[in-house]
């Protein structure tokens, strides 16, 4: 482990101007996803506390990333040549689908929306130690109440996150994910990425990829900063029918919009329902079932799934 001591700790910790801060950010989404490492961390929401154990790399065709939980269920995820596979032991069931670029500790800095200052409040001020590394602090504070603000503690030799604060708008912790040992490494043997959890466990074959998707779903207006980043549809499941997703981000914030042709014995969702910071809102347009998902305020939802609207091409 590199553990660095710096002697400009022992003096008084000085504010920093917004583009230091968008710096520290910039650098810190690049070093989760660059940096191998291997560590424990600590995950709080709802009440709840978890125990992960992490383990990731840049390889050839990607991150390579393997997560097993210390605490409660036992359960395992291993993102590997673009390639996401859930395992759970404990029922011996496992779920294969395509990884998602945007999954990882920490949501890249960047998007087709306005530019994230526009929507934030960026500041570098204190000096913090956490896992044995010194490390900076970063406020993020929203500008409005669309989206939640988050205070981070970035290490200072080489930008990983090592703790992450969720705020809601009253700037109380959300939830909140934290080291409490890291270890970096240049090269990690590649068993370390292997389950054996996977050999005793019967594997299903990957979902099959992208279909067409439907260009007659719009949104008459989206929330201040927000904008359209992507459009994907593929089954959920293999053999299922393809699921439209369309992903809003706000350059921090992610939202994602799935559409869905229910089955004749489907029952239909309506209404918003949240737990933490995750926060859902479900309706019916033009005879598609619209589920709005995203770790974002209950508003921000509301105004995203009612501004979905379908015209015929």
Same mark, same amino acid.
């Given at each position: ?25 910039? @650098? ?273 939802? @509301? ?11």
């Amino acid at each position: 482990m590199r553990l660095v001591v710096l002697i400009f700790a022992l003096f008084p910790a000085l504010a920093f101007a917004t583009d230091d801060a968008r710096q520290w950010l910039d @650098r810190m989404s690049h070093a989760v996803q660059s940096l191998s490492y291997e560590g424990t961390f600590v995950y709080s929401h709802d009440g709840r506390m978890e125990t992960m154990q992490i383990v990731h790399a840049l390889g050839p065709d990607g991150p390579r990333e393997r997560l097993v939980s210390l605490s409660g269920e036992a359960r395992e995820m291993i993102r590997d040549h673009g390639v996401l596979t859930c395992i759970w032991p404990g029922s011996r069931s496992v779920v294969v689908e395509p990884a998602r670029s945007s999954k990882g500790l920490a949501r890249p800095m960047q998007g087709q929306g306005a530019p994230i200052e526009d929507n934030y409040a960026l500041s570098v001020s204190d000096r913090k130690r956490v896992a044995g590394l010194d490390c900076r602090l970063v406020e993020v504070r929203p500008r409005d109440a669309y989206r939640f603000g988050y205070r981070l503690c970035i290490a200072e030799d080489n930008a990983m996150l090592l703790k992450s604060t969720m705020l809601d708008e009253a700037g109380k912790p959300i939830e909140q994910l934290m080291f409490t040992s890291i270890a970096f490494d240049e090269v990690i043997a590649p068993e370390r990425f292997n389950s054996p959890q996977v050999e005793a466990t019967p594997r299903p074959e990957p979902v099959s990829g992208n279909h067409p998707v439907d260009q007659g779903w719009q949104f008459s207006s989206l929330p201040p900063g927000f904008a359209l980043q992507s459009v994907v549809s593929r089954p959920m499941h293999e053999g299922g029918e393809p699921v439209q997703q369309m992903i809003i981000s706000d350059g921090l914030a992610s939202v994602s919009v799935f559409i869905a042709d229910p089955k004749a014995d489907d029952q239909y969702y309506q209404g918003v329902t949240g737990t933490g910071a995750l926060h859902a809102f479900a309706r019916v347009v033009d005879g598609r079932q619209v589920t709005v998902v995203g770790e974002v305020p209950e508003v921000t939802v @509301r105004l995203i799934g009612d501004a979905l609207v379908y015209e015929e091409h």
